[in-house]
């Protein structure tokens, strides 16, 4: 059963940077694509960014040129960068991981991040 535990989340002030951490139980090889998705009080999870296998990412509208997502293959880690958060970026956010054999989903347990304005 693969793992995936986020770290990173707290509440900020708008404007400020918050970076997010996912750490695999196993070899992040083994994903097709990992990243980032959110979900605020009343609202739809909604995917923030992805990063695949061969580094291709892909970003949500309301968030690019502002959250990055990356991969350390040797910490089979994943990043979200957040910088100049606004309120509406307040959220539960999920680490996911789609397996690259089966296509199966994985989600991690969430992380809080709040901004305020």
């Known amino acids: 059963q693969v793992q995936l535990v986020e770290s990173g989340g707290g509440s900020v002030q708008a404007g400020e940077s918050l970076r997010l951490s996912c750490v695999a139980s196993?070899?992040?090889?083994?994903?097709?694509?990992m990243g980032w998705y959110r979900q605020a009080p009343g609202n739809q999870r909604e995917l923030v960014a992805t990063i695949t296998k061969a580094d291709s990412t892909n970003v949500a509208d309301s968030v690019k040129g502002r959250f990055t997502v990356s991969r350390d293959n040797a910490k089979n880690t994943v990043y979200l960068e957040m910088t100049s958060l606004k309120p509406e970026d307040t959220a539960v956010y999920y680490c996911?991981?789609?397996?690259?054999?089966?296509?199966?989903?994985?989600w991690g347990q969430g992380t809080q991040v709040t901004v305020s304005s």
């Open positions: 996911n991981a789609v397996s690259l054999i089966t296509w199966y989903t994985y």
């Open positions: 196993r070899s992040i090889f083994s994903f097709n694509s």
